[in-house]
């Protein structure tokens, strides 16, 4: 009778101590969002339906072997081409990297 006590007891204080860590963490992460200012929510509505078709129609159009004769296009096509991995679901820097491609790269989108 008392081993089970001091199981239950143990039980109950590791239960405890479980949920007030995970309680710091969500507490901390509801302060770094805080702390980050403005959400765009358009933005994440937006890159939710439209970021994926423009990053693979990007990458397509980007890739550093359509430009393998001119070394100078090849690694602006691989700087974009990295970014764009980085990025691939926001569809704000999406649309950046596009018009940088396209003004960079002179590629028809």
């Known amino acids: 009778m008392v081993i089970s006590i ?3 007891a143990v039980i109950v204080i590791l239960l405890l101590g479980r949920s ?3 309680d710091n963490k969500r507490s901390r992460i509801k302060q770094q969002v ?3 200012g403005d ?4 933005n994440i ?3 939710a339906f439209g970021a994926e078709a423009l990053y693979k ?3 397509r159009k980007c890739h550093p072997d359509r430009f ?3 070394s100078e296009k090849m690694a602006i096509a691989n700087d974009i081409t990295e970014r764009l991995g980085k990025n691939k679901n926001d569809i704000k820097k999406l ?3 596009k018009v940088e491609a396209i003004d960079k790269l002179n590629i028809n989108l």
């Open 39 to 42: 959400i765009d929510f358009g």
């Open 68 to 70: 393998a004769p001119d």
């Open 57 to 59: 129609e990007l990458i």
């Open 95 to 97: 649309n950046e990297l």
């Open 6 to 8: 001091i199981e239950f």
């Open 45 to 47: 509505v937006n890159s």
């Open 34 to 36: 805080k702390s980050e």
């Open 20 to 22: 007030t860590k995970h």
